[in-house]
């Protein structure tokens, strides 16, 4: 959809599906290049592990300080302050990497950690995603610090978050506080058959299918159609789309009950150069 004379478009408002964070805890710092973050599908970089689910309504907010601005003794003349943008993710999920992530600490051998301080004094690679009913997507990479967590009141029945701020810090290596790309939806056609293609004869790894902007959990390399068929539709929370099937082998047949966008990546090994495809 384009704007209409008003200017207004209605294809371009962002409203959020899904998306993750990955932080990198170990090793060198590591960042997307400009092309494999401006390239779907998004894969964290060798290194990084993702934080799990978000509270639903936790996602990336954007926040920072803009510092108090340097005034002179001629009136009208001012310098910007000192830039420091963040960003806050409630977490829901709260396993060994969260629990190391907020405390900067590795358990023991008994699970044990001494806490010394509230924020962990360490900064790391953040990698946020963001996908987008319109099938955007944004990317955001750089280097960041933990600089408050906000533990929710533990209550019975609900799910209890840490909202968690990343504060970005300016590295040389990413030019800046961080790198953000938007890729714009897909022009790829919707349609409701989609032939899912695995070549190459391989003998392990994974590959991943993408309905509408949405991934799969990996497949296994010689995934059947029901695990296809299994896979898509477990997906319909966030999709809308249920009643998916899907049949044969290399290719399997995937029929949808509304038209959608069908895409996949992979990992797969062995075999001569092993890939996926869909047509």
């Known amino acids: 959809m384009s704007a209409d004379a008003e200017g207004n478009d209605i294809g371009a408002v962002g409203v959020p599906i899904t998306g993750f964070a990955a932080v990198q805890l170990t090793g060198g710092p590591t960042y997307l290049t400009p092309q494999a973050g401006g390239t779907l599908p998004i894969s964290a970089p060798s290194g ?8 639903v309504d936790g996602g990336p907010q954007e926040g920072g300080d803009a510092g108090d601005p340097i005034e002179f003794f001629q009136q009208g003349y001012k310098l910007a302050g000192d830039d420091q ?5 409630n977490l829901a999920q709260f396993d060994a990497t969260v629990r190391r992530l907020i405390t900067g600490k590795t358990p023991d051998a008994n699970g044990m950690i001494v806490i010394t301080g509230l924020t962990p004094d360490n900064a790391f690679p953040l990698l946020v995603v963001t996908k987008y009913k319109n099938k955007a997507t944004r990317v955001r ?29 300016w590295d040389e290596t990413v030019g800046g506080f961080y790198r953000e790309w938007l890729i714009a939806p897909t022009a790829a056609t919707a349609k409701t058959s989609w032939a899912v293609t695995v070549s190459g004869s391989p003998t392990g790894g994974t590959f991943t299918l993408t309905l509408n902007g949405v991934a799969t959990p990996p497949l296994a390399f010689d995934a059947n159609a029901a695990a296809v068929t299994a896979a898509l539709n477990g997906l319909s929370g966030v999709t809308g789309i249920s009643g998916i099937t899907s049949s044969g082998t290399s290719p399997i047949a995937v029929t949808l009950p509304t038209a959608a966008i069908l895409a996949a990546s992979h990992s797969l090994t062995g075999g001569t150069t092993p890939a996926v495809a869909v047509a």
């Open 141 to 169: 990479n750089g280097l960041a610090r933990i600089s408050a967590v906000e533990a929710d009141q533990e209550t019975r029945g609900e799910a209890q978050g840490r909202a968690t701020t990343f504060e970005w810090i």
């Open 85 to 89: 943008p963040n960003i806050q993710i």
């Open 48 to 55: 990084y592990v993702k934080v799990g689910l978000f509270k």
